[in-house]
T-cell receptor, first 120, second 112 residues
């Protein structure tokens, strides 16, 4: 159980185009999902916290108009990189927390397999 | 905000040896202490976690120990195997807040 999927697993796009990445919780409902970015040989950096039915909360320094997040259902969050540039090339990872986790006293976040974005 | 450091940044051991990775954090309100394993090209996976009311937890070859006073916790892997080779991250958390702050990461290489 507790599986998170991401689609696509890798994508190559041209500079100036937009790319959408999907994150799905397959066997649980997730009121909250998180989006991370990871550059080669670096740690995961939180970009934003996505809450179902409301606006995402972005970390300092992350452009909300460039990285659009939509969390329209309890099992799906999307990240759209708008007007992508080569410096946006990175590994994007989402995670989700079970909506019932707080009631159960659990704190684990479940991570997706990641999406490698290359902007040419 | 939380400042999280890991040591060492890289660790090379021979198969069968033990490995220890230390995570130091700054937020004294942290009360949940997980360790994640990330294999190349994949997302991180939780391998073990501990709560602040427990000093040590074991799961087969892996264990985590916590020193809340000194604000550090450590991952211990015994009888290492080549498949343990990966990057390991700690992510101490205050459960009153939602987000995790990842440590700097430790690259473990286990040679056959």
């Amino acid at each position: 159980g507790a599986v998170v999927s991401q689609h696509p697993s890798r994508v190559i796009c041209k500079s100036g185009t937009s790319v959408k990445i999907e994150c799905r919780s397959l066997d649980f409902q997730a009121t909250t999902m998180f989006w991370y970015r990871q550059f080669p040989k670096q740690s995961l950096m939180l970009m934003a916290t996505s809450n179902e039915g409301s606006k995402a909360t972005y970390e300092q320094g992350v452009e909300k108009d460039k990285f659009l997040i939509n969390h329209a259902s309890l099992t799906l969050s999307t990240l759209t990189v708008t007007s992508a540039h080569p410096e946006d090339s990175s590994f994007y990872i989402c995670s989700a927390r079970d909506s019932l986790a707080g009631v159960r006293g659990l704190y684990e976040q479940y991570f997706g397999p990641g999406t490698r974005l290359t902007v040419t | 905000g939380e400042n999280v450091e890991q040591h060492p940044s890289t660790l090379s051991v021979q198969e069968g040896d033990s490995a220890v990775i230390k995570c130091t954090y700054s937020d004294s309100a942290s009360n949940y202490f997980p360790w994640y394993k990330q294999e190349l090209g994949k997302g991180p996976q939780l391998i073990i976690d501990i709560r602040s009311n427990v000093g040590e937890k074991k799961d087969q070859r892996i264990a985590v120990t916590l020193n809340k006073t000194a604000k550090h916790f450590s991952l211990h892997i015994t009888e290492t195997q080549p498949e343990d080779s990966a990057v390991y991250f700690c992510a101490p958390k205050n459960t009153g807040f939602q987000k995790l702050v990842f440590g700097t990461g430790t690259r473990l290489l286990v040679s056959p």
